[in-house]
C-alpha cells in the first residue's frame, strides 16, 4: 500500500492563492506519474493536472495558466500551485500515484474559495 500525505488545502478569498503538497514514499516516488484530481459536491472527480517521472506536464483547459504543477525529487513532494482562484474551484482535492497497475490516492484537502 502506498501512502500519500496531502497538506495545503484552505479557505481563500477569489484572487488569492494556495499551495498544496503531496508527500510520497522514495521508493516510488522517483518514478511513478503523479497527478491532482478535484471532486466538487456530487460532481465527478476530475483531472487536474498530471506530471510524469521526466516533468512533463497536463493541464484541464479551465485551470491552464492559474495551475502550476511539480515535483521535488529530493523531497519526495510534488505540489499544485494555484493562482487567481475562483469559487468554482472549491472541491476536495486529492492526489494521484500510478505504480504499475494500480493506482493510488491521497485522503484529499479542502478548498474552498469564497469571500
Known amino acids: 500500500q502506498v501512502h500519500l500525505v496531502e497538506s495545503g488545502g484552505g479557505l481563500v478569498q477569489p484572487g488569492g492563492s494556495l499551495t498544496l503538497s503531496c508527500a510520497a514514499p522514495?521508493?516510488?516516488?522517483?518514478?511513478?506519474?503523479m497527478g491532482w484530481y478535484r471532486q466538487a459536491p456530487g460532481k465527478q472527480r476530475e483531472l487536474v493536472a498530471t506530471?510524469?517521472?521526466?516533468?512533463?506536464?497536463n493541464y484541464a483547459d479551465s485551470v491552464k495558466g492559474r495551475f502550476a504543477i511539480s515535483r521535488d525529487n529530493a523531497k519526495n513532494t510534488m505540489y499544485l500551485q494555484m493562482n487567481s482562484l475562483k469559487p468554482e474551484d472549491t472541491s476536495v482535492y486529492f492526489c494521484?500515484?500510478?505504480?504499475?497497475?494500480?493506482?493510488?490516492w491521497g485522503q484529499g484537502t479542502q478548498v474552498t474559495v469564497s469571500e
Open positions: 494521484r500515484l500510478t505504480w504499475g497497475r494500480s493506482d493510488y
Open positions: 522514495r521508493i516510488f516516488f522517483f518514478s511513478a506519474p
Open positions: 506530471i510524469t517521472s521526466g516533468n512533463s506536464v
